[in-house]
């Protein structure tokens, strides 16, 4: 018998694993049945309510580690490693641009052969468009909730249909033909999503609400995507660097004159190298924002009448020691998913500019292939984002996390909730739409100031690929904590299905009122 079906049954060795579960917990099985949901009693999870009069109640009081201990500790360790070869490639890297060709504006590089300061000038371009987008993106879904969705999807629509037409009549058709394609896409997405709006409104007008109440969720939004932008800057100036210090040319000072310094090999390498670092770094930043502040609501779900003091320090210092592992462990699968999705979105972009049959076949071979990969990165990062508000709370190992997550998920009917939100898709389309925004800005730039080495277009789509994963990558950062709440809220629902309906009787009577399918989900 498994373990979700002991939990159906009421198995008695299941019911008092935990000597510190909640009084939710502590029901007695009537002809092995519990009486107040058909599942029997929640997971061996531990939740400590507060004793009476305990005015130091915190965060680790309410969720306390049986053993404390550092999951996944290898994959700690090999991103400190990644992460020191990123800092010794850039100090490297930068030393070597800054003994070679560099200029100090737009049209004064002396450097004809490869990126250089007209590059980094539209990269900080990129940096500012996809802060000051972001953070105003964050500001409408806090002050519009409600509106929030449909805004986001028109907005979608139109972008997508005015960016597809403008490149369309300037002839760059591989561009254009994609976003014709995603606008075509969106359209068909959004006319099913109308059903399905007013539940995910109020589901993003709970998460803002909770979130006013404990305002520590939009400092350390804040804090991410400050350090996100700071990160996209060193990775921009390091990207510019590596192309002066290595790109072979007879021009280029730093090759030797036999060119054993310089090699495309050498340049292909370090780029893929920092690149990857970069998706991995980026990603495990975006998910210990969401740990940290899973944690934030967490506490809130669980002790809405005592709520843990200093829960975000506490959620902090958690995602930062202990799971510190587990996070740099999931976060390493989606980045080298979305690694492998960049090279064939490059690959797909230059197949188009060289034209002829080759080019097309390679084009639609890696659209293909783009598509299969974002089909398995939707999957990894769905199971991610319940997995890492597990360990938010209870410290576990990043697989054991992922496997009680989705059990309890399946088994316990939140799936029905979790496919009809359309929060996690309404922010993923943003944070998409700035990365185009800043992806359309790159295109603008290098036709207006047409640099030397893009005379031949030959970097139009690698600059073009890294201003989108730029702002791209900023976005997700800036909006991971509007999802984060829902997401949590899910999770614990699924957990203790009970405390919903006891401690948060206005909010499930609203859910049942906009969408009564969630009393088959929660009872």
């Known amino acids: 018998m498994g373990e979700a079906e002991k939990y159906r049954q009421g198995d008695p060795e299941q019911q008092f694993q935990n000597p510190g579960q909640s009084q939710y917990h502590n029901q007695q099985p009537v002809n092995g049945q519990y009486q107040d949901h058909p599942y029997g009693p929640p997971p061996p999870y531990s939740f400590n309510p507060p004793q009476p009069n305990d005015e130091k109640y915190s965060f680790n009081d309410a969720f306390k580690l049986e053993k404390p201990k550092y999951n ?38 002396l450097n004809s052969f490869s990126l250089n300061s007209n590059t980094i000038i539209l990269f900080a371009f990129c940096l500012v468009i996809a802060f000051v987008f972001s953070y105003g993106y964050v500001w409408l879904a806090r002050i519009f909730p409600k509106q929030f969705i449909w805004v986001t999807g028109i907005l979608n629509l139109a972008w997508a249909l005015g960016t597809a037409i403008f490149y369309l009549i300037k002839g760059y058709w591989s561009g254009g033909i994609v976003f014709l394609i995603f606008a075509v896409f969106l359209i068909f997405a ?14 993003l007008k709970t998460s803002i609400d909770v979130s006013k109440k404990h305002g520590h969720v939009y400092i350390v939004s804040l804090i991410g995507g400050l350090v996100a932008t700071a990160l996209a800057a060193w990775f921009s100036v390091t990207l510019v660097a590596i192309y002066v210090a290595y790109e072979p040319s007879p021009d280029n000072p730093r090759c030797s004159v036999s060119g054993n ?28 924002v969401h740990t940290i502040i899973a944690g934030v609501y967490g506490s809130w779900y669980f002790s809405p009448h005592n709520f843990p003091r200093k829960a975000t320090r506490g959620a902090a210092k958690r995602a930062l020691t202990y799971s510190f592992g587990s996070i740099c462990f999931g976060s390493l699968i989606v980045a080298f998913i979305q690694f492998l999705k960049q090279v064939c979105s490059v690959a797909r972009s230059q197949g188009a500019n060289e034209g002829g049959a080759g080019g097309m076949i390679a084009y639609v071979i890696f659209c293909i292939l783009t598509c299969l990969i974002s089909i398995i990165e939707w999957v990894v990062e769905f199971v991610n984002r319940y997995a890492f508000c597990h360990i938010a709370l209870y410290g576990k190992a990043y697989i054991a996390s992922a496997k009680d997550t989705w059990r309890m998920i399946k088994d316990r009917g939140i799936d029905a909730l979790v496919n009809d939100c359309l929060v996690g898709p309404v922010l993923s389309f943003g944070a998409i739409f700035i990365g185009y925004a800043c992806a359309l800005f790159a295109y603008l730039y290098l036709l207006e100031t047409d640099p030397p ?71």
């Open 72 to 109: 996944d500790l290898w994959a700690g360790l090999l991103f400190l490693l990644a992460f020191a070869g990123f800092v010794a490639i850039s100090g490297i890297a930068i030393h070597g641009y800054s003994s070679g060709f560099h200029g100090d504006g737009i049209y004064n590089d």
């Open 190 to 203: 959004f006319w099913t999503w109308i059903g399905r709006i007013p539940f995910s409104a109020l589901m």
């Open 261 to 288: 310094n310089c090699s495309h090999g050498k340049v292909i390498g370090l780029v893929v190298y920092i690149t990857f670092a970069m998706f991995w770094i980026s990603e495990w930043l975006k998910n210990t």
């Open 453 to 523: 080495y893009n005379r031949d277009g030959g970097f139009t789509a690698v600059i073009m690929a890294y201003a989108f994963l730029i702002g791209f990558q900023i976005a997700h950062i800036f909006t991971t904590p509007l999802g984060s709440g829902i997401d949590t809220i899910f999770v614990a629902a699924g957990w203790d299905p009970q405390v919903m309906i006891r401690d948060h009787p206005e909010l499930y009577q609203e859910m049942v009122r906009v969408y009564p399918r969630v009393q088959q989900a929660i009872r």
